[in-house]
């Protein structure tokens, strides 16, 4: 395992984070616990020592998780990260009940690390409320040892995490950011990496793989990649991507099955990082596959539980980007024909509410307007 420098602690390169465990029928907030403490035990006995979760996190049950299999092991071997669900403006007034709650749930008495969480338009103003206290309340914390380290994560544009960094930056100490070559460019991470590093912090990185999306590749693609590193997996440039791009201190993947850990786990032995040449190359191709790509959901099912109509939302959007991938055929069709009238795109009232929470600020309502006139149904 390659391990990072950060204030004098030895992070492993690769962080196993927390949000797409393994699950039971597809429900999100039923984790397969035998499946999950497996994989916990494997990536703490390969290497991994940061493990990051969150409030949210599989219908809140994340992080009690983390804490029932992490508690196995002796806490100053490990380090923990989770964050303040400010994702959601109605948690700002809650800070010291959800802080207390988190440590509960994490059977700890402190973090290593913690994060105001998915610092965006729809949030900041609410962050930055001397009402709410929540930065005071967070750095309470830091000074009684509740709290190690202090960051935050951000899906907001540029402006926004420069705002935040004008206002909190001497009090923070990292970054992470949705950071992939994919969206190197489509989401202007380049531009968001080297703010973040023009005010001294280091950037940790969140969706390498873009939700699993980066796992593979069009076949074009996929031959030019194995034309430049023959021996090299697709999965693998999306890390040796970031083992090149400077400031990259953490890299977190969400890893739901025991082949993807293992075969993370193994890119992680050793850094390999792209020359100019491979460099430049990957972020030409994926330009060229992001302008003909769909909407950039990562499937965090944040717009899920804001939704009145309880409608799938990420499984609708990936449906929709095939359907116009393809320009058309018969998946999205058939996909949608199966299921309840009252889970279809046609059964969202535009109220937005998932719109609100959304961290790539998908304009969803839309979306399910247009879907549905697709589909006819």
Known sequence: MIYRDFKGLKLSGLGLGMMRLPVIDGNDAAIDEAAAAEMIDYAYKNGINYFDTAWGYHGENSEMTAGKYLSAYSRESYYLATKFPGYDNSNMPKVKEIFERQLEKCRTSYFDFYLFHNVYEGNIDDYMNPEFGILDYLLEQKKNGRIRHLGFSAHGSAAVIKRFL????EHLEFCQLQLNYMDWHFQKAQEKAELVRSYGLPVWVMEPLRGGKLASAPEKMAAELKAMRPDETVPAWAFRFLQTVPGVTMVLSGMSSMEQLKANIATYAEDKPLNEKEFDKLIALADEVSVSSGLPCTACHYCVSHCPQGLPIPELIALYNEHRLTGGGFIAPMAVGSMAEDK?????????????????????????????SMLGM
């Open 166 to 169: 004008d206002a909190y930056g």
């Open 344 to 372: 279809r795109p046609s059964s969202c009232v535009g109220c937005r509410s998932c719109e609100q929470v959304c961290p790539q600020q998908i304009k969803i309502s839309q979306m399910m307007s247009d879907f549905s």
